[in-house]
């Protein structure tokens, strides 16, 4: 497939914003070129140059972990600015449309809505599978990305790689395939399928297994001529020093990563095995991801008496196909101890 084909027209032509850290990428000398503070920030901090735009270290490093070629990456100021700029880039506004499946992640379908792209929505299935075929049925010679959610959030499970496979297949067009929860999960991820399929971008982010929430910072996996694209569409310094210090340190400790990701996968299974036990609960759906999404009788009520103790989690419950869900980040032994108690006195009087 030919991505200028899919590119908006205008962005062909464009002449990026060339930044002072562009035009001379030597690391040493004298910088009298981009207006900063020469004698550092007050505090003792040491912020006063721009970082890198291109974030060539942090992408070394990630390169190396993921076993993908620095070409193929983008990081953006969390993975939100990379759905966004991909609709920016494929969506002419008021014209084409993005496919989504819901109940998913909100955001594709904030930032269609703020971008002026309208959506085709395909629901899953009451088992929370997806239909590829109703899927390839439903869109239209318009839709220019579909975005998966695999492992999908409310929801926690996977869509299996071979369907996914079949839709990149079928659609001539961009396939997001977000998987934030991709650690948390046995599945594969499909950046094995980055080789085959010129049209795939897998969405990561250091948000959740990584524990950077507050850093902001997400990647997406494509072919040169997407990555390329989204690099010359960006603000220029789009992923701040100080993000780009700390990721480049903590990245260091893969290990100490797997060990936290195994801890929560065991606190999710018993806490999982605990709800099954509880009162007035209908359902603790399977989850490859770091919640659990759980069906309860008068979801909203139980969900406003945790809040009145100060135990916040999500509700679900209004949302197509999670009627009555709650969904619960697991937290740590003592956090899920605090819910364990709070949630059997409430199920218990209802
Ligand atoms: C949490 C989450 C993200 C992460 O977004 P960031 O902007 O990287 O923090 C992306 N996609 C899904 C489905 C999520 O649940």
Redesign the pocket.
């Known amino acids: 497939m030919d991505i200028r084909d899919l590119i908006r027209p205008h962005l062909l032509h464009l002449k990026p914003y060339s930044s002072a850290r562009d035009e001379y990428t030597g690391k040493s000398g004298v910088f009298l070129d981009a207006n900063e503070n020469p004698f550092g920030t007050p505090g003792g901090y040491s912020y006063h140059r721009y970082p890198d735009p291109y974030q060539s270290a942090l992408k070394e490093k990630i390169s190396k972990i993921k076993d993908i070629a620095v070409g193929n990456i983008f990081l953006g100021n969390?993975?939100?600015e990379a759905i966004d700029l991909l609709i920016r880039a494929f969506c002419e506004p008021n014209h084409h449309n993005v496919c989504i499946t819901p109940p998913t992640?909100g955001m594709y379908e904030v930032s269609a809505e703020i971008n002026n792209v309208s959506i085709t929505r395909v629901n899953l299935q009451d088992d929370f599978s997806l239909d590829s075929d109703v899927l390839l049925q439903s869109i239209n010679a318009h839709t220019r990305i579909i975005f998966l959610?695999s492992p999908n959030?409310p929801t926690g499970n996977s869509l299996p790689v071979q369907e996914v496979i079949k839709i990149l297949k079928e659609f001539k067009g961009i396939v997001v395939v977000?998987e934030?929860y991709i650690d948390f999960s046995l599945q594969d991820s499909m950046l094995s399928q980055l080789q085959d399929f010129n049209n795939l971008v897998v969405?990561q982010?250091l948000?959740?297994a990584w524990g950077m929430?507050g850093l902001?910072l997400?990647m997406a996996f494509a072919s040169a001529d997407i990555i390329n694209l989204l690099n010359r569409i960006k603000p220029p310094y789009n992923i701040n020093e100080a993000t780009q210090k700390i990721a480049l340190e903590a990245l260091d400790h893969v290990a100490e990563k797997e060990k936290l990701v195994t801890e929560i996968f065991a606190l999710r299974e018993e806490f999982g095995l605990k709800l099954q036990t509880m009162p007035h609960v209908h359902n603790v759906y399977p989850s490859d991801a770091n919640f659990l999404l759980v069906k309860v009788s008068d979801a909203r009520q139980v969900y406003q008496k945790l809040i009145e103790q100060q135990i916040i989690i999500r509700d679900r419950s209004k949302v197509q196909l999670c009627e009555g869900c709650l969904r619960i980040s697991i937290g740590t032994p003592d956090e899920m101890a605090i819910l364990e108690k709070a949630l059997l006195e409430i199920l218990s009087m209802l």
């Open positions: 969390g993975s939100d992640y959610c959030n977000d934030a969405i982010t948000s959740k929430a902001r997400g």
